[in-house]
């Protein structure tokens, strides 16, 4: 198992944009998970890419993965103040490993 | 329960205690994580379970950290001689299976505080 490298570790941004995250890892993976987390508290898993799969949709949630240059990102579009939180990639493995995150705020 | 429990939510100690950690994870999943988690930092594993046995206990920082998983359901991650240095939001989650692509469910953790 492997950890992932979030990217920006902060954002800010209005409510209405896009927020786009971005994850690097180094080895190969036959998956990829996002998840959230409010408030210092649990972690929320937001969506599962394997690797044969080049993008994923859920709601306002985009996620696409790269395999060849061995990183993901995550685009959350027409944002929210709820959307406020950290995010956090995990490169697939049975044992996850989460790196720092990338923090995300919305302003109303 | 419908999902991952974690008791106590909140724990003050005095330096040098013994704390135990509980957690309660989904029924029927057989695999059990323990993460550490610092202020602005990301979830730092500590060990994982699969049924009663610690598949990887890599993570744990030394030997005040142990944790147990006895039935294979219930863990209890147990710190001895506490430092203030140990303060920080202990996270559990479980799986389904030792499956790569199954997610985890997370407990709301246990904020401990030594001081």
């Known amino acids: 198992s492997q950890q992932g490298e979030e990217d920006p570790q902060a954002l800010s941004i209005q409510e209405g944009e896009n927020a786009t995250m971005n994850c690097s890892y180094k080895?190969?993976?036959?998956?990829l998970q996002w998840y959230r987390q409010n408030s210092g508290r649990g972690l929320v898993h937001l969506i599962l890419?394997?690797?044969?799969?080049r993008e994923k949709h859920s709601g306002r949630l985009r996620v696409t993965l790269d395999t060849s240059k061995k990183s993901s990102s995550l685009l959350i579009t027409a944002s929210r103040a709820a959307d406020t939180a950290s995010y956090f990639c995990?490169?697939?493995?049975?044992?996850?490993?989460f790196g720092a995150g990338t923090r995300l705020f919305v302003k109303a | 329960g419908a999902g991952v429990s974690q008791t106590p939510s909140n724990k003050v100690t005095e330096k040098g205690k013994y704390v135990e950690l509980r957690c309660d994870p989904i029924?029927?999943?057989?695999?059990l994580y323990w993460y550490r988690q610092s202020l602005g930092q990301g979830p730092e594993f500590l060990i994982y379970?699969?049924?009663?046995?610690?598949?990887?206990d890599s993570g744990l920082p030394n030997d005040r950290f142990f944790a147990v998983r006895p039935e294979g359901s219930v863990s209890t991650l147990k710190i001895q001689r506490t430092e203030r240095g140990d303060s920080a939001v202990y996270l559990c989650?479980?799986?389904?299976?030792?499956?790569?692509?199954?997610?985890?469910?997370f407990g709301q953790g246990t904020r401990l505080t030594v001081v």
């Open positions: 989650a479980s799986k389904q299976g030792p499956l790569e692509n199954t997610e985890a469910f």
């Open positions: 080895t190969s993976i036959n998956n």
């Open positions: 890419i394997r690797s044969n799969e």
């Open positions: 995990a490169p697939g493995g049975f044992k996850t490993i």
């Open positions: 029924s029927g999943h057989t695999a």
């Open positions: 379970f699969q049924g009663t046995g610690a598949a990887d």
